[in-house]
C-alpha cells in the first residue's frame, strides 16, 4: 500500500515532495518515513532523549517513537521538547489517518500520559488546518536559486577577516531579540559559536557589507529539514540599527548569485510564526511558503 493510501496526512507532503523533486520526491518520503518507524525500537534515539532528562515516571522507552492503532484512526509520533526545554513538551505526529480531530487528541492526551503534553503538532499544506485550539508553529519557504528576487538594496558578501566579528554580531543581536520580542527570543536559538566557526571554514558564512560598512551576516549550508533537501539557511543577522532597509533579503539574493551556484537547487529554511521580519523577508526574495507546522492543543475542551 502506497503511503498516501495508508497514511492520510502525508497526502501534502507528498504532492510537495512531486512539485519539489519531480519523481524521485516520494522516493524521499518514504526513505524519511521509514527512518522515523525504525525509531519505534531504536534505543540509541531513545537514549539521545533520556542521557540528559531525568522526568519523573519516564521510562528510556517511553521516548521512542510510537506506532498506534485505534478505533478511531492510526498514527506514528514521538515525544519532543521545544527548544529543547523540558517544561515545554508536545507530540510530534509524523502520520497519521484521523479523520476526527478530537479523536487525535484524545489518543495523544492517553498514549503520552507519562509526559502530559498540552499539544500535538501535524504538518500540513499552508492554511490546511484552523480551528479552535490550532495555532501555526512554523512554516518551510523555498525557492530555487534561479527564482530568488534581486533586491532593491545593495549588499556585498565577504568572508569574514575574524570569525569572533560574527559570534560578537549574533551575540548581540539576540541578546536585543530578548528585550525587544521575548516571545520570539523563547521559541529560536542563535547559531554557537562552534557552528559559526565551521561554516566559516566551509565557505558557508557570509558577511553583509553596504556602503554604512558591515551591517549583517548569513549562513547557508546544505541539508535538509525532515525529507526536503537542499541548501539551508541556518543563520540570518542583521544588526539593529539597519533593520528595515531590505539588506536580507539583498543578502540571500547576493547568495543566490555568486559564481559557481547550481540555478536549479533550493534554498531552504523554517521561519517561526513570530519572525514577522524574516517572513517578508523570504517573501520578498522569491521564496514560496511551501509547508506549515501547527499546533493543535490536547485539551478536551478546545475542540
Sequence with gaps: MSLAAEWSSLRDELA???ALYGPRGPAMVDRWFAEQVDRTSD??????FADHIDLPGVRMSDYLHR???SSAGKLLGGIRF?????TR????ILAHDFDDLDALRACVRREWAMFAPPFL???AAPGRIAGAGVLLDESV?????RDIRAAGAEVRLRRFDRVEDAERMVAQRYARLGVDDPALARNISPASAADLRQWDALDQLRALHTAHGMVGLLAVAPGQIDW?????INEEVVCVAHRGHGFATAGQAAWAAEPGRDPGQWLIGTIDRLNTASRKTAVAAGRRRVLDAFFVSTDPRAG
Design 121 to 123: 503538532r501535524v504538518r
Design 82 to 86: 521545544y527548544g529543547r526545554d523540558i
Design 228 to 232: 526536503i533537501t537542499g541548501d539551508v
Design 89 to 92: 513538551p508536545f507530540v510530534e
Design 67 to 69: 506506532r498506534i492503532r
Design 43 to 48: 534505543m540509541s534515539f531513545a537514549r539521545e
Design 16 to 18: 510537495l515532495a512531486d
Design 141 to 145: 519557504f523555498a525557492a530555487r536559486y
